[in-house]
């Protein structure tokens, strides 16, 4: 079976202030992918990260920095000093490598307060 | 080079009509899938298309559900004497490769903006 759990609903910070949203899954597949989508209000998902289940470095890109952990099923996402432009709905997904579909999470909603 | 679209961008229909829902993938892609997406949900995987033919149509909730692709390429979503609980966004998007066959590994699909479908 596999499932993705945000279980951060709903995250407010003000502007400029880092945070983390966590996502923790659940796969029996020895390769799969992990994947993270911003969703804003406008509707269309934006693709921000992948990443396969055999390469645990961690990636930043400019403000954005992701944490996987094989260890704790763990690929949780930092944003460092947090824009309004950040607020969004942020979705992490997972897909096995001979699967045919994403397996979302529920998302975690983020507000940035000027 | 241009994305996955869809149309109409919004639907509002009454309980018991017939709907459709298409979906232009990027051109070449041979996989395309649809999605549903609740409010305040993740979205959740209905169909999913190798070329012509459904590969797997496992998330499709019940037999009032049904979706095609011809040609391999536009594909329509269609949906029988709908209910309120149909309402939702569906997503559509295509990937250049069959899964587990991507060069890369990646599996990445690419989506479009969804049509948001309303029934009262």
């Known amino acids: 079976a596999q499932k993705v759990t945000q279980a951060q609903t709903e995250i407010s910070v003000v502007e400029k202030e880092d945070v983390t949203l966590d996502c923790v899954y659940e796969t029996r597949d020895t390769t799969y992918y992990l994947f993270w989508y911003k969703q804003p209000p406008s509707g269309e998902l934006v693709f921000l990260i992948r990443r396969n289940s055999f390469d645990e470095q961690n990636e930043i890109s400019g403000r954005y920095s992701w944490n996987f952990q094989k260890s704790t099923s763990s690929f949780n996402f930092t944003i460092t000093a947090s824009q309004v432009v950040d607020s969004a709905v942020y979705f992490c997904?997972?897909?096995?490598?001979?699967?045919?579909?994403?397996?979302f999470g529920t998302g975690t909603s983020l507000t940035v307060i000027p | 080079g241009a994305g996955v679209s869809q149309t109409p961008s919004n639907k509002v229909t009454e309980k018991g009509k017939y709907v459709e829902l298409r979906c232009d993938p990027i051109s070449g892609h041979t996989a395309l899938y649809w999605y549903r997406q609740s409010l305040g949900q993740g979205p959740e995987f209905l169909i999913y298309f190798q070329g012509t033919g459904a590969a797997d149509d496992s998330g499709l909730p019940n037999d009032r559900f049904f979706a095609v692709r011809p040609e391999g390429s536009v594909s329509t979503l269609k949906i029988q004497r709908t209910e309120r609980g149909d309402s939702a966004v569906y997503l559509c998007?295509?990937?250049?490769?069959?899964?587990?066959?991507?060069?890369?590994?990646?599996?990445?699909?690419?989506f479009g903006p969804g049509t948001r479908l309303t029934v009262l």
């Open positions: 997904a997972l897909i096995p490598n001979t699967g045919n579909q994403f397996y």
């Open positions: 998007a295509s990937s250049p490769t069959p899964p587990g066959l991507d060069p890369k590994g990646y599996n990445e699909q690419f």
